[in-house]
């Protein structure tokens, strides 16, 4: 290879690379306006205060910014991801650490566009791919409220991100690809109800970040939204939103869903795990209306079918451990025959039911594990759990009855093994 033939490689690389740069760089601007030049006077009313603090709510904001122990809304909470840890940052009005001397267009840019007051772009820990649909008028309201909080003088704790996705220029290009402020998209043949549920689960509900499978790096498609994936480092599966055999509510009477999300517990369902803290610190609090409007929303999803592959008959020797650990820990709450008792929100049944015998079986191990806790809301303030079982049963027993209950009275799914609650051990470090 000649000189020149060099100095041409090097060259096209070089403009390759610039293009590619400014591409980015552009991708990372679309729909930004400038900030005013002076911040403006932001005078709220009582009224937009009282708003804020339910919309704040609605988005479950205080589940983050919040730390064990720690002041309300005043960060220091470690999210973990499969790139590190990222921390939650101080919503307070501090002016050193939190947002005390933000502008309340500096606070729509960080909801709408992902940005932060001194132009750093944020981690998606902080589901801006969500919050950008949230409208001005709201974001205003949010702020308002916030800055009527008392001011916290917590340090921000710096991220503990791998390289390179510590980088600004990866997040850059990840947002490139994967990310485009956007408004809530009003379907005009769909009633004013339908589309504030479709505003409030997309928007602020943010219930496409957990119920909607992410790709290698951290990415949902909407495409695949409502499908149901495996939450990354909890290992909580979030069944998909759109089947009727893992948690869609289509068939389900609106006053059900309702129940669901402000109580927790519906005739034909319950909740627990990462969806027992939603609707503790968040669904709860939904007015009627906004709980009702969710609903119709989400009974309108287009299905999605799940086909898991045929499951091969169960090992004799696994069912009848199985059979013997469920006479001795298990039959005495949910039945003999599985069928359960006390009513909704008490001792589920297992027969029939579809939590028990999900494609995934993540959920079900970790239930036996580690317990199952409904959370305590108003509708439901003295709620019925479940004790862990992991100091009681070996491995192999957990295998085995969780086999038998997703193989007897009439259900029908893939075993459970040894090493899969082994592993499910290991990610949680028990």
């Known amino acids: 290879m000649n000189a020149r033939t060099i100095l041409r490689t090097i060259s096209s690389t070089l403009a ?26 932001f005078v709220s009313t009582p009224e937009q205060v009282v708003r804020g603090e339910y919309l704040a709510r609605v988005g479950n904001c205080m589940a983050c910014h919040t730390t064990q122990g720690g002041a309300a809304f005043a960060g220091g909470r ?12 101080n919503l307070t009005p501090d002016k050193a650490h939190g947002i005390g001397q933000w502008s309340s267009a500096e606070f729509w840019r960080a909801m709408h566009h992902g940005r932060s007051r001194d132009g750093r772009l944020l981690y998606p820990a902080f589901p801006y791919p969500n919050y950008t ?5 709201d974001s205003d309201a949010i702020y308002a409220y916030l800055q009527s909080l008392p001011s916290v003088g917590e340090a921000n704790r710096p991220h503990a991100l791998r390289f390179p996705y510590s980088t600004q220029a990866a997040l850059a290009v990840w947002r490139a690809l994967f990310f485009a402020p956007g408004t809530a998209l009003v379907a005009p043949t769909q009633t004013a109800e339908y589309n504030r549920g479709a505003y409030l689960v997309n928007g602020l509900g943010h219930c496409t970040a957990c119920h909607t499978p992410r790709n290698a790096l951290g990415a949902t498609s909407d495409a695949m ?9 909890q290992n909580w599966y979030a069944p998909a939103l759109n089947a009727a055999a893992e948690a869609g509510v289509k068939e389900w009477p609106v006053q059900d869903v309702v129940a669901l999300l402000k109580t927790g517990v519906a005739p034909d369902g319950s909740v627990m795990g990462p969806m027992a803290e939603v609707v503790f610190r968040s669904t709860q609090y939904l007015t009627d209306a906004d709980a009702r409007a969710m609903a119709v929303y989400l009974q309108d999803l287009q299905q999605h079918t799940v086909s898991p592959p045929p499951a091969a008959p169960p090992a004799a020797s696994a069912m009848a451990r199985g059979a013997k650990v469920y006479e001795q820990q298990c039959a005495q709450c949910h039945g003999d025959q599985g069928q359960g008792q006390g009513g909704p929100g008490a001792f589920p049944a297992l027969a029939g039911n579809r939590a028990v015998v999900l494609a995934d079986t993540t959920n079900l191990v970790r239930v036996v594990l580690q317990g199952g806790y409904l959370p305590a ?5 003295r709620p019925h759990g479940m004790p862990p079982f992991r100091h009681v049963l070996s491995d192999e027993d957990v295998a085995a009855v969780a086999t ?18 082994y592993r499910a051990k290991e990610r949680r470090g028990m």
């Open 225 to 233: 939204a409502f499908n149901g994936g495996l939450i990354p480092v």
């Open 377 to 381: 809301t108003a509708g439901n303030p």
């Open 16 to 41: 390759a690379l610039g293009i590619g740069a400014a591409a980015v760089i552009t991708l990372n601007l679309r729909g930004e306006e400038p900030l005013p030049s002076s911040p403006e006077a």
């Open 133 to 137: 649909q949230v409208t001005r008028e």
């Open 78 to 89: 470690g999210i973990e991801t499969p790139f590190g840890v990222v921390h939650s940052s």
């Open 404 to 421: 038998f209950v997703r193989n007897s009275w009439g259900n029908q799914a893939s075993s459970v093994g040894a090493i899969e609650v």
